[in-house]
């Protein structure tokens, strides 16, 4: 950024219009001000001229060399002193001071007893003795005395009006006051520091101590200067004075103290001492208020220790101490040689936090700049509030940018600085501008002012790097607006236009994260928080939308990236009436996020209880119960849904049609890793899980991060309009936001599955099944010919099968609806219905048993369905119906139709094989033997081990371990319950080399065995 300095034409003015200590005063009435720190002197450096600071060259001066006091470094709290030796040394000031009226201070020590001169003046002295300080009057003369202790520095201070006799004067040392009526003024021939002058004007009674400042007004202060001044000396020397101290932050900021105040009988309502900085102006000072600013002499080179807008400041900050209300004020800041910025570019800084000016809690104050540039260059700024401890100091702005024109971001006429803008700058869009964004953008702070507008032209991003207010026409179209940076304090988005803004993409990666403030917000394709958080506390409210067209998702973003609710969105089509599993996307939902949408029963909502046929309640809310392997109904609408389990919910407009609906849950939307509740743990059997994310995941990809040993890769889903589960792929089919599935556990249990942000897929498809599943397998389908309901067997062909149930054989999920038919097929050792059943290719034949269930009595078809699956693996194929004896060539029909009862029926068999006389023999044999006896057995197929159980009912501990021939446990001992039919694939075994002993405990026995791995 180019900067403007005014060129310093004024080099003879001094650089500071003087005023009086604290603020106090002027050099009309300041007539002395001696200050030890304004000497430029090594330690023990003879003092020949003490520098008056008044302005009015009243210098203390000593011309004779044996008289001259020293100058001693570090004396009182870090500050000098000057150091008469009690026997001739004085300093005898320029000019006599004449005053009657007056007001001294000064800072002084001594140790000896003997009486000495501290000041005089033509009609007032400071006189001092063994541990007493007093002022003299006379006709006759007398000593107001207080005391005062050897030895020790003291703030002493001495007033009195005008009046010739009879006057009250007050004289004080540290939190010692004395008020007195003293007698007519003196009349000595000079005046001096450190010695009594007499009325001839000879000196004597040299004082023995040191003084580090004298202070003399020619008016008698009133008590607001008074305090203002003695708090500013306090702070200074801290030193006791006779008032509280004004002013509580000398630890880090104690130099040039000045301040204003108002008290009943007078106040200071501008200040400024040997600082830069002038305070004027309170807008409410009443008796009581103050306001008192000191700076940490930091000096007044400039550093960029500032938050992005901001070019640089002045290293030098000021505090304030602000008592009672005072009211905003003026700041006027004199730069001398010091400017650094344009006129139009220089801003307060106002930090009311820790002091740090890039980390946050700034604010920026440019009402009422004015620069002067005669006598001395200053900037002034009106109408500032200063909190209690508040620091500041003058900055410099980053330059802004508006709109001259309708047009381009990138065309350089759109702008009023010819130049297309940058990360740097601050820009704005006036009315009636239209502005498009026609490529890649960046910008620090940008506003959109009310009747302006913001267009997008494609898929372009928007930087925004600390500002976007929003006030006028914004149409993101397919872009994306992002949030980035490492501003001190969160970007900040405002909504100021009276209408919702919808962004299509929004990114946020900046280290102090995203505000979201004022009005209606929506995000319709993607929304990523990546560092630094989003808060969206302060809006009116934020949409993640979902459509018929699309659905909103939040990609992998960082852990609690939000903070405030979000209303989640999810669109459901219109289908069959039946249920639907469901999910929650946010953290701490109910199903009342439900009841407003949808029409629930029998949870005490909104829409009462509707009737079950046959009479009673019918509930439309379940949850599926692992460990008792049932449904359980919810009855209680404010049941808190549980983050990853799945629910099933009936939905309903009529008794066949379910109406397309956007249901939404209001909350805080689910990031990071998110781990399953002992509620919804992996068990043996079913499990109905849920998609804790607004966003697709991809199963597969959390049972990998999960390693649950043996969890089959296919999911299934409740089809509405076949009546029955479906079948997905975890690979080739991601689980769509708020879709709640199901997948089956063939042995073992208490896994903790874990979803994570990496197992997200990046999806916006609107509907709950992305796509259907491309089945490879060869299936039986059966379809009811009087309803729409149907279901389907599915064979897997692979060399690991067995007869008996295997790792890959998958029990059948009964629909809800009571209507809908089923068909599962049963393995040797078990009673169980199968939906997917194994069979091993290398088996000559297969005779397996076909059951079916039909809802309801009427007409069924069987369907072969991917028979080139089964072509790969057997030429011959007959469905055997048992209850009329036919045996139907599937090969050559596919299709089978029949008369069913209501109810279920072992009635069919399938047969396999690849030898034609065979397949008509086991027609006319019917060999099919089931063995439910118990067993364990080791069995090697393709490289790998498996342990085939058949057990009871009851949960049965088996713990299989593995020996090297040393005898030795090379691998920690597997240890699962199981129960029924099954198998489980030893995986822990598969990088071992050699030969080595398997061994299986269980209650009825060992089994050991020798194995070459």
């Not at 002493?156 to 939190?175: I, K, R, Y």
């Not at 004896?885 to 089978?896: A, C, G, K, R």
Request: net charge negative.
């Amino acid at each position: 950024m180019k900067k403007i300095i005014l060129p310093l034409l004024f080099l003879t003015i001094s650089a500071h219009a003087q005023t009086g200590p604290g603020g106090v005063g002027s050099k009309t009435n300041n007539v002395l001000w001696l200050d030890a720190n304004s000497l430029n002197l090594n330690n023990n450096d003879p003092v020949s001229s003490w520098t008056d600071l008044s302005g009015n060259n009243n210098h203390a001066v000593q011309a004779t060399s044996s008289k001259k006091p020293v100058f001693l470094t570090n004396e009182i709290n870090g500050h000098p002193s000057i150091s008469f030796d009690g026997s001739n040394d004085v300093l005898n000031i320029s000019s006599h001071i004449t005053s009657s009226a007056i007001s001294i201070y000064t800072i002084y020590t001594s140790s000896s007893t003997n009486t000495e001169g501290v000041l005089t003046i033509q009609k007032h002295a400071l006189m001092r003795g063994n541990n007493i300080l007093y002022s003299l009057s006379e006709s006759p003369g007398y000593k107001h005395t207080i005391s005062k202790s050897n030895g020790s520095y003291s703030i002493v201070q001495f007033n009195t009006d005008a009046s010739a006799s009879g006057s009250q004067m007050q004289l004080s040392s540290g939190n010692t006051i004395i008020a007195q009526t003293r007698n007519s003024l003196l009349n000595r021939g000079a005046s001096a520091i450190g010695a009594r002058i007499t009325n001839g004007g000879s000196e004597g009674l040299y004082l023995s101590g040191k003084i580090s400042e004298v202070i003399i007004f020619n008016t008698q202060l009133n008590s607001a200067e008074v305090k203002i001044i003695n708090s500013a000396l306090e702070s200074k020397y801290n030193l006791s004075t006779i008032n509280s101290n004004l002013y509580s932050f000398a630890g880090t900021h104690s130099n040039n103290i000045i301040g204003i105040g108002q008290e009943s009988d007078g106040s200071n309502l501008s200040a400024r001492g040997m600082d830069s900085l002038q305070v004027s102006n309170p807008s409410s000072m009443s008796n009581g208020d103050y306001l008192l600013i000191g700076n940490d002499n930091a000096g007044f080179s400039t550093n960029t220790n500032v938050e992005t807008g901001l070019a640089e400041r002045w290293n030098q900050t000021w505090r304030a101490d602000v008592t009672n209300t005072p009211g905003t004020v003026d700041l006027e800041f004199f730069l001398g040689a010091n400017g650094f910025a344009s006129p139009d570019d220089y801003v307060l800084l106002i930090e009311n936090g820790d002091g740090d000016f890039t980390n946050g809690g700034t604010s920026i104050h440019e009402t009422g700049r004015t620069f002067s540039a005669i006598p001395s260059p200053s900037i002034k700024f009106t109408g500032v509030s200063l909190t209690n401890g508040a620091y500041f100091t003058l900055a410099e702005k980053e330059s802004s940018i508006s709109s001259v024109k309708s047009g381009e971001w990138n065309d350089v006429n759109t702008w009023s600085c010819t130049c297309i803008p940058s990360n740097t700058d601050i820009v704005s869009i006036v009315s009636p501008h239209v502005v498009e964004v026609n490529s890649n953008a960046e910008v620090l702070n940008l506003t959109l002012n009310s009747g302006a507008s913001m267009t997008f032209d494609g898929l372009d991003t928007l930087k925004i790097y600390k500002s976007f207010d929003i006030n006028g026409n914004f149409s993101s179209g397919t872009a994306t607006v992002a949030a980035m940076g490492t501003s001190a304090s969160a970007i900040s988005l405002s909504n100021g236009s009276n209408n919702r803004i919808d962004f299509n993409n929004l990114y946020v990666n900046s280290t102090n994260g995203l505000n979201l403030a004022n009005g209606g917000w929506a995000i319709s394709n993607n929304l990523q928080v990546s560092s630094g958080g989003m808060n969206v506390s302060s809006a009116d409210s934020i949409v993640l939308l979902s459509t018929s067209s699309k659905t909103s998702q939040i990609l992998p973003s960082m852990s609690n990236a939000f903070t405030g609710d979000f209303i989640v969105q999810r669109y459901i089509s219109t289908r069959n009436s039946g249920f639907a599993n469901i999910s929650s996307p946010i953290t701490n939902a109910t199903f009342n996020d439900l009841d407003d949408d949808l029409p629930i029963s029998g949870a005490n909502g909104a829409d009462g209880n509707a009737n079950a046929v046959g009479g009673g309640i019918f509930y439309s809310l379940y949850k599926y119960n692992t460990f008792s392997d049932k449904h359980d109904t919810i009855t209680d609408i404010n049941e808190k849904m549980v983050t990853s389990r799945g629910y099933e919910i009936y939905l309903m407009n009529t008794l066949n049609t379910f109406n397309a609906k956007t249901i939404d849950f209001i909350g805080v939307p689910n990031t990071g890793n998110v781990k399953a509740k002992y509620t919804n743990i992996i068990t043996q059997g079913w499990n109905l899980v849920g998609n804790p994310y607004h966003s697709f995941v991809s199963w597969d990809l959390v049972k990998t991060h999960t390693s649950i040993p043996n969890l089959y890769p296919t999911y299934y889903i409740f089809n509405t309009d076949n009546g029955a589960y479906q079948q997905l792929n975890s690979i080739n089919d991601p689980i769509a936001p708020s879709q709640a599935f199901w997948v089956y556990q063939p042995n073992t249990g208490g896994y903790y599955q874990e979803f994570t942000e990496s197992t997200k897929v990046n999806s916006n498809s609107a509907t709950f099944l992305r796509k259907k599943y491309k089945n490879p397998h060869f299936k039986l389908k059966i379809n009811s010919l009087d309803n729409s309901f149907a279901n389907e067997l599915n064979f897997n062909f692979n060399a690991i099968a067995t007869s008996d149930m295997d790792i890959m054989d998958i029990p059948n999920l009964p629909s809800p609806i009571q209507e809908a038919p089923s068909i599962t097929a049963k393995a040797r050792n078990s009673t169980e219905g199968l939906i997917l059943n194994s069979l091993n290719p290398l088996d000559e034949h297969q005779l397996i048993p076909i059951s079916v269930k039909a809802g309801i009595t009427g007409s069924y078809e069987i369907n072969a369905e991917n028979l080139d699956a089964l072509f790969n693996n057997y030429s011959c194929a007959f469905l055997k119906d048992k209850a009329t004896n036919q045996s139907i060539d599937l090969i050559v029909e596919p299709n089978y139709h029949f008369e069913a009862e209501k109810g279920e029926s072992d009635r069919f068999e399938l047969i396999l094989s690849n030898n034609y006389d065979q397949c008509h023999n086991l027609l006319e044999d019917n060999s099919f033997i089931q063995k439910l006896d118990s067993k364990l057995e080791l069995r090697s197929a393709s490289n790998q081990w498996f342990l085939d159980y058949t057990l009871s009912q009851e949960n049965t501990q088996l713990s299989i371990s593995v020996y090297n021939l040393a005898g030795q446990e090379v691998i920690a001992p597997i240890e699962f319950s199981a129960n029924g039919a099954g198998s489980y694939a030893i995986r822990e075994i598969q990088n071992l080399e050699g030969i080595y002993l398997i061994r299986v405990i269980s209650k009825d026995g060992i089994i050991n065995k020798t194995v070459k791995l």
